[in-house]
């Protein structure tokens, strides 16, 4: 079992920033791919990116590139994900998810654990 705790959510105005974190207390962080999600009221539970073990690779969905940055620590068993330039439709209940697979995926079916899930509330 991996337990995955996320923090760094809040209230934030259109335009503004924030940056979520994602640790793994006492792993082995750096054999997992790791992801963020996010899911609206209503909606079902979407990619937002990921990043390879090593971190130096990532990919985005079409929503948020440009705006948001995943980046990882292992030395820190952390992940991040800096979001910029907010927009009302970002907010969401943002969860971090690891798969033991080197291949990407952008399916929540793809992996193995999840965190809590942080709220993010862009106002406008």
């Known amino acids: 079992q991996v337990q995955l705790v996320e923090s760094g959510g809040g209230l934030v105005q259109a335009g503004g920033s924030l940056t979520l974190s994602c640790a793994a207390p006492?792993?082995?962080?750096?054999?997992?791919?790791m992801a963020w999600f996010r899911q609206a009221p209503e909606k079902e539970r979407e990619f937002v990116a990921v990043?390879?073990?090593?971190?130096?690779?990532?990919f985005y969905a079409d929503s948020v590139k440009g705006r948001f940055t995943i980046s990882r620590d292992n030395a820190r068993n952390t992940v991040y994900l800096q979001m910029n330039s907010l927009k009302p439709e970002d907010t969401a209940v943002y969860y971090c998810?690891?798969?033991?697979?080197?291949?990407?995926?952008?399916?929540?079916?793809?992996?193995?654990?999840w965190g809590q899930g942080t709220q993010v509330t862009v106002s406008s």
């Open positions: 990043i390879s073990r090593s971190g130096g690779t990532t």
């Open positions: 006492g792993r082995t962080f750096s054999i997992y791919t």
């Open positions: 998810a690891c798969r033991f697979s080197v291949v990407f995926g952008t399916r929540a079916d793809e992996y193995n654990y």
